[in-house]
């Protein structure tokens, strides 16, 4: 079944314990993402990934690091996490499109909830 | 600001009639649009998707439609059952490997 899977699914800790929130895709996707969803805020890109060893910031990557060494996983790193960054956390993957602009939806994980205390 | 938006934060739909969910977008060379559903604690999944040379697509129980005129996208969904309820976001790639989501409705559907 092809699917994007998350680990851990909900984790409780503290500020400035280091986590890591691993993401797994088995469809051989090219394309790798990290969205942050808040209330009122909806869904905003943290990170993406367009290939092995290659990452870029989206919109709030402020407080994240991610990795993309293998083309199936893309995990993502909270060095130092606040409280700030408690919210609900989603991995995507998508084929590789051929224009600047994609034409392939993004396939997303069941998410991970994050609560830094 | 967003160039995806949604009109209702919330509609209310009773069994069985149609619902239809609109969007807006603000970028006139827009040229592709997704709509994802989301159930509590589960993942955005993928709906449907529409490309601009197109004004409507169907899939099962669901029609997009596409006015480039206006700027306005909407998802229709046939004969609304219980399983239907969920957010609906309707999204725009907007440069290479973002996603731009609009903020969401809520569907719920009555007995």
């Known amino acids: 079944e092809a699917q994007v899977t998350q680990n851990p699914r909900y984790l409780i800790t503290v500020t400035g314990k280091k986590l890591t929130v691993t993401c797994s895709q088995n469809?051989?996707?090219?394309?790798m993402s990290w969205y942050r969803q808040d209330p009122g805020l909806g869904l905003r890109q943290i990170y993406y990934?367009?290939?092995?060893?290659?990452?870029d910031k989206g919109d709030v990557p402020e407080g994240y690091k991610v990795s993309r060494k293998e083309k199936r996983n893309f995990p993502l790193i909270l060095e130092s996490p606040s409280p700030n960054q408690t919210s609900l956390y989603f991995c995507?993957?998508?084929?590789?499109?051929?224009?600047?602009?994609?034409?392939?939806?993004?396939?997303f994980g069941d998410g991970t909830r994050l609560s830094i205390l | 600001g967003e160039s995806v938006g949604l009109h209702l934060p919330t509609l209310s739909v009773q069994e069985g009639d149609n619902s239809i969910i609109n969007c807006a977008y603000s970028?006139?060379?827009?040229?592709?649009f997704i709509w994802y559903k989301q159930e509590s604690g589960k993942g955005p999944q993928f709906i449907i998707d529409?490309?601009?040379?197109?004004d409507k697509r169907q899939g099962q129980r669901v029609t997009v439609l596409l006015n480039k005129t206006v700027k306005h996208l909407s998802l229709q969904i046939a004969a609304t059952q219980p399983g239907d309820s969920a957010v609906y976001f309707c999204?725009?790639?907007?440069?290479?490997?973002?996603?731009?989501f609009g903020a969401g409705t809520q569907v719920v559907v009555t007995p």
């Open positions: 970028n006139s060379a827009s040229d592709y």
């Open positions: 990934s367009m290939n092995v060893e290659v990452t």
């Open positions: 999204a725009e790639p907007i440069s290479w490997g973002k996603l731009q």
């Open positions: 995507a993957s998508r084929a590789k499109e051929t224009g600047v602009r994609s034409n392939q939806p993004q396939h």
């Open positions: 469809m051989n996707h090219e394309y």
């Open positions: 529409i490309r601009s040379n197109m």
